[in-house]
């Protein structure tokens, strides 16, 4: 039966019914909900057997995830934006030691300036940390990659990210079918490790490694995603047949059959990108779009069997690659290698500014006419940078950027967002 | 448990010594039933107090554990030296993760565990000072507070050996490190800065605290024994000399460790729930000096003219020491002390008098003489 709720205690009681053993939390906005739904279901004693540990950092959250991975437990946690910059060092270390820790992540900006709101600047910069990254389009894809996504861990003995967009997705009461635990179960077996640190059989995890082994090591990571470009496929399909629901697999593709101009986006923002195509079609423009689920492994073949045809490709990114723009177009880029289109980059929503159906509207509008930039802006507000930028050539000591632009914008209610 | 008032004067390991007890008096080292739990051929320096303490006390923990234990490593020494894969040293179920996280992952074996219902099995962590009292603070205090189940053990070297000496927040004052080195006016650590990681454990009030050191081995493995016997965050922080970073002989580890407790450079002591319960009085104190003089480390505070300031001030340290935890008075060596015989060595005719390598007071030629 569906149920009216929060994004975050949907992936809360989704996760709990993924039967985790080991549950580390430390707050953070907007992940909080989720680690307070679940110590809420340890306490009650409805999830259980499981220990909730309140830890005093993300990277110690991270850490006793390692040892409770590698000891057999069934390892779970929640981050957002700085949180998974603070445990980047222990992700690394859980991927490079394989261990199928399962995290989601709420995306929120990264700072400076302190934000709290969403883009997706957080998991893009551990887009290489041997991590699968799974990124949710709304909240019932949300709690069903996460069911998804222990399995897909624990099949390859890898970790796996599962990224939502925060408020967008964590905060937002929305309609949601809630598996039961018989359903769960059935699809998702007990936690068998592929290593396991138990005193009747000692070995070593975690030794150092020589140059003579260290490439071999560091390729498994690799080998094992592109398994994963496999086996995600399949536990979708999987998970169709036993809850009757599509989601998750690589990418998703929306009316791009004949679409001369090809959109791809990864999570919340395709709703507004689909809604704004629908519009666009009916006036006649041949639009599409193209939904990327599975960022890591990135899934070139399927990516350029989806954009291969059209004229040209928009990718609208919710990050920013300091010094050279986009960080999925490069990816998409790779995949469409020999392939002449036109190729835009869109950065937009950074650090929570809306992506309105109006914008949308006149950048696709523009990119079907090929008017835009290569590296396009979205809404930013030229006059504000370039004001900023004139002081900074009148004087050495301009002060701080930040506080110069918020007195020039003003008070947030005092014009419009 | 306390270890058995047994006094040992011929040698500075006290294991040789075994042979002149009963078998139940005897270390978990001369037990056939040892587990050596980092076993021979690891690569530590000739010498190496961490080597030393890391195998007395997981020997001592696998004993108390029944053998049901396992060990988080913090990255440094006893990681790097033991582990050159396929060289692993551990024969028990043993990991390593990162530097600052040893505490962490210990607690997140322990909460597995517990979830798994498998509380049997115990947890030890593990690391050297460098990754305890400083990158690994946060992940300690953390584990301390929350009352983890994990007993973690500190092998404090006094600086980061494994890069190469430099200093860390448990570097004493004017002891030279690769950035603290013995130039300018006030040559080496200075005075004023470091941290003492026991009395920080103590102020989580945390079930057990003890400090030892590897020249009294016997003692090390009772506090283990002790620390395995109470559940919740346990903390025992054990003084390794290093011979490489410290520039003392390989041979002096022992004596060294001994010279610091006898001049009250390193209090040794027991505290449960955050009080001192047990103090390891001084047997014959010892001048700092005693203890500064055979360490490189310290060579500029002799030489090229002997710094009496710098020596005073040291000595200021070790005194408030020796108040602030009652280490001088009636010493445990009248109460109930089995006094073993002479020297071994001279009993066996192989004694080569002072300065002899297993001496722990070699310096002391009475120590020679029958006990005292």
Redesign the interface.
Known sequence: MPRQLEGSRAVAEAVALCRP??I?AYPISPQTHIVENLSRLVKSGELA???F?????E??AM???????????R?YTATASQGLLYMT??LY?ASG?GLPIVMTVANRAIGAPINIWNDHSDSMSQRDSGWIQLYAETNQEALDLHIQAFRLAEELSTPVMVCMDGFILTHAVERVEMPTQEQVDAFLPPFQPRQL???D??????????PE?FMEVKYLAHAKQMQALELIPEIAADFKDAFGRDSGGLIRSYRVEDAETIVLALGSVLGTIKDTIDELREGGMKVGAVGITSFRPFPLGAVRAALGHAQRVLVLEKALAVGIGGIVSANVRMALAGIQLHGYTVIAGLGGRPITKASLHRLFTDAAADRLEPLTFLDMDWDVVNRELQRMRSSRASGPHAENILRDVGPVAAGPV | MKAPAIRFYQTGSFAVGNRLLDPEQRSVQAGEQRTNSITCGHRACQGCGEALGARYALDAAMRATNGQMIAANATGCLEVFSTPYPESSWRIPWIHSLFANAPSVSTGIAAALRAKGREDVRVVGQGGDGGTVDIGMACLSGMFERNDDVLYICYDNEAYMNTGVQRSGSTPPAARTATTQAVGPEPGNVFGQGKSAPLIAMAHEIPYVATATVAELRDLEAKVQSAMEVHGARYLHVFVPCPLGWGSASKDTIKIARLAKESGIFPVFEARDGEVTEVSKIRRQVPVEDYLRPQTRFAHLFAPEVRTDVIARIQAGADRNIRRFGLLGSGADKEGAVLVGTCADQRTGTCAGPGQATCGLASKAEDHEAGR
């Open positions: 053993e080991v580390c057997p499981c220990e540990v309140n830890v005093e950092s990277f110690a850490s006793a995830s390692i040892g409770a991975s590698a000891t057999g437990a390892a060092e222990a270390n030691l640190l138990d005193p059989e000692p070995i070593t995890i975690g030794a150092m490694v020589g082994a």
